[in-house]
């Protein structure tokens, strides 16, 4: 549905129907073009995308093709191989006006139709009422212990660490027999990066339930960053107390906060000349000023990228590397970090920068965010956006961010009908063209919301549990995906089929389909 893409099918087929492409001239095989297309999936109108260009360019080339004297067919593609049948006649009851711009109900066709799945529906999490805070002492924005959110994020970790200790069989595809669930067949899908995306990472991690990490990494945001450059500050400035203490509570030198204040404590000069006094009393004081020392004489005589490579394959004690350390305490998603920074060090070297005073200086400013691909082998929960699962699928998929809308994008370069532009700064201020213009954006976005809902849906092969926060103010729930969702409760292939159980929280959940087998 990319307009680029379709310029490019243009440029390599625009001689296929006509002069010496056209029928009668022997060919050793004939032309053929086999073009796949789902406009139901296409959810990038930020790069371009959109659905109806999929619907035009196949009547034009079905007129061309016919025109030349082949045979052009449309074939629709109905049948899922993925999902299981309680899963996909869930998507068929929320999509009964189909998936924009079409306007027919779905209707899939099951390929596995001996095997049996369900839909799970939470309550909404609902915020209780918040206490006055004083904003000299908590931050705001800061989420309360006992807010909706964490609630959720709580209930989503305890669920996964039950329906791995329970055994839930999924289906394993590859080796075509059913298995327990293990964390890697967990999936769970949001809107946005934002707060119940870094609360269910940290709900997962206290559970101490595998995790894959964030599927974007802001570079200079991630502390795997702020340990790294902060050896090279220690050893351009060894009397720089501040870093120096984050350097010794970093995996680096791994001295615990009682330690280093003891170290730290009633010093009559600096923290280094302290560590080196001191390393005798303390083996983890010990094994810190040995790395330091070494990373202080290094530093004069390598350059950043070696130096950086020499310092993270050294060994401690326990012949642990101090990579190692580092993905030991930080996760798997450090991993991707770190080897993000040591490319940055090297293209910053191919730049001219070869020592360690310029390389700090560029880094202080750098903006860099790396995308990290989650394979689904490492047996890890992966959370990231319905966006970046796009092609991808699991046994089990969480969708805990079903209440917020689309939102009217705020920008006023507003497009209109036939393609030409309006500026206009706020919907007071809308004539009719411009009114018209952002009623017409406001519905492609509401489409397309629509399409992203489907997209994250059919990710689930076995089983799909829908859940979220209740929005403040009951007209935001208009229009969001639990609404569309709660309005299939009531279709007449799902209605019959629904359960009461009990629901993370001691709460109700309502199930549509059979119960996971153990």
Known sequence: TAPDQW????ALTGEFFSGAGAPGRERPLPR?????????????????????????????YLAEIEAAGFAGLPVPLTSSWRSTVEVLAFVDAVFTAGVPPGVEALAHIPMR???????????????????????????????????ATKRLARNIACEIAALVERGDAVFDKDERVWRPATPGDVLILVRKRGALFEEILRALKHAKIPVA????????????????????????????DLTLAALLRSPFCDVEDESLYRLARSRPGSLWQALQDHADEAPEWRGAADLLSSLIAEARER????????????????????????????????????????????AAEGRGVNDLESLAAAFASLDITVKRELEAGRDEVRVMTAHGAKGLEAPIVFLPETTTTAGARGSPL??????????????????????????????????????????????????????????????????SWRDHIDRALAHPAIAPRLRE????GGQRLVRFGADPAP
């Open 113 to 147: 139709s001996d095997h049996e799945g369900c839909v799970d529906l939470w309550p909404l999490e609902r915020e209780a009422k918040s206490e006055e805070r004083d904003a000299w002492t908590a931050p705001l924005d800061l989420e309360a212990e006992g807010s």
């Open 7 to 10: 310029d490019i099918v243009r």
């Open 501 to 504: 159980l009990e629901a993370p």
């Open 213 to 240: 990490g964030a599927d974007r990494l802001a570079l200079s945001e991630h502390i795997v960053f702020d340990d790294l450059l902060a050896l090279a500050r220690f050893a351009l400035f060894p009397a720089d």
């Open 414 to 479: 507003l497009e209109t009908g036939d393609r030409g532009f309006l500026w206009s700064t706020s919907q007071k201020a809308d004539c009719e063209a411009s009114r018209e213009a952002r009623e017409l954006r406001a519905r492609k976005e509401t489409e397309e919301s629509l399409r992203l809902l489907y997209v994250a849906l059919t990710r689930a092969r076995d089983r799909l549990i829908v859940c979220g926060v209740e929005p403040g103010k009951p007209h935001l729930f208009q229009g």
């Open 303 to 346: 350059r950043p990228f070696e130096l950086y490579s020499r310092v993270l394959g050294l060994r401690d004690a326990a012949g642990r590397s101090m990579r190692a350390r580092l993905l030991r305490r930080l996760g798997r998603e450090a991993e991707d970090a770190l080897d993000e920074f040591l490319a940055q060090v090297l």
């Open 32 to 60: 053929s073009l086999f073009v796949v297309g789902d406009d139901k999936q296409s959810i990038y109108s930020f790069q371009g995308a959109d659905p109806l260009r999929l619907h035009a360019e196949t009547e034009r």
